[in-house]
């Protein structure tokens, strides 16, 4: 069939010397109504009816991502998670004055404390008033335990605790032979010649638990787990 011949069913051929070039379908969408002269982006419309939002919307819906936000930060400290700055040297070496570490508050509504587990507490009621109402120190005995400082030496039912997280020689004194109570469990500083605790204000109520500290994230250079 010749170019820009008939065809039988009476379609017309396009090619051919003189026939218009097809019709893309950017020819389409330039036809459309409202199109301005400008390519829209793929899903944009330059060309419609938008609007630009209302101050007042804008304001509101500002308010109500802040307020979203504030509410959750506060859902996360109260029920999950919470930052505590380290203001003494009692668990030096292993935390700092000025650290600050992040204490899991559901860590023992779903699991058990353990040996060696360090931990925030409130500030046993024995002690006078003072500036600070959370202590941190690390799990030495559970309910039951036996223990004893022998020789600068920690024991737990008469065989000696490994204390790995301690520098070597460290002594431990002032802990004659004791029993953990049940619902209470024996914490010490890791500093044990500069800490205030249980050798000062004895065993304390596993319901005084704020929850473990289970990372340090400050400072940035020495961010890790304990």
Same mark, same amino acid.
């Given at each position: 069939m010749a170019p820009g011949a008939d065809y039988p069913d009476g379609r017309v051929s396009l090619i051919?010397?003189?026939?218009?070039?097809?019709?893309?379908?950017?020819?389409?969408?330039?036809e459309r109504p409202g199109w301005d002269g400008v390519d829209d982006d793929v899903y944009g419309n330059r060309g419609g009816d938008e609007q630009p939002p209302h101050p007042v919307r804008a304001v509101l819906e500002w308010l109500a991502v802040i307020i979203g936000a504030l509410l959750a930060a506060l859902l996360i400290k109260t029920f999950l998670f919470q930052a505590f700055y380290?203001?003494?040297?009692?668990m030096e070496p292993s935390l700092?004055?000025?650290?600050?570490?992040?204490?899991?508050?559901?860590?023992?509504?779903?699991?058990? =404390?353990?040996?060696?587990? @360090? *931990?925030?507490?409130?500030?046993?009621?024995?002690?006078?008033?003072s500036d600070i109402d959370?202590?941190?120190?690390?799990? *030495?005995g559970l309910p039951g335990d036996?223990?004893?400082?022998?020789?600068?030496?920690?024991?737990?039912?008469?065989?000696?605790?490994?204390?790995?997280?301690?520098? +070597?020689?460290?002594f431990t004194s002032g802990l004659p032979e004791?029993? =953990?109570?049940? +619902?209470? @469990?024996? @914490?010490?500083?890791?500093?044990?010649g500069?800490?205030? +605790?249980?050798? @000062?204000?004895?065993?304390?109520?596993?319901?005084?638990? =704020?929850?473990q500290a289970f990372v340090r994230v400050w400072p940035l250079d020495a961010i890790g787990g304990l």
């Open positions: 051919g010397e003189g026939a218009p070039p097809p019709r893309t379908t950017a020819d389409l969408f330039r380290i203001p003494s040297s009692s700092n004055i000025g650290d600050r570490v992040l204490v899991n508050k559901l860590s023992y509504e779903f699991g058990d =404390v353990e040996r060696g587990d @360090v *931990i925030v507490f409130h500030k046993p009621e024995s002690l006078p008033e959370e202590f941190i120190k690390r799990i *030495i036996v223990l004893e400082a022998l020789d600068g030496v920690v024991f737990v039912n008469g065989a000696p605790l490994d204390e790995t997280y301690l520098p +070597d020689a460290t004791i029993i =953990v109570p049940p +619902d209470h @469990v024996y @914490v010490l500083g890791d500093n044990r500069n800490s205030t +605790d249980s050798r @000062v204000f004895g065993a304390i109520p596993t319901d005084t638990i =704020v929850g």
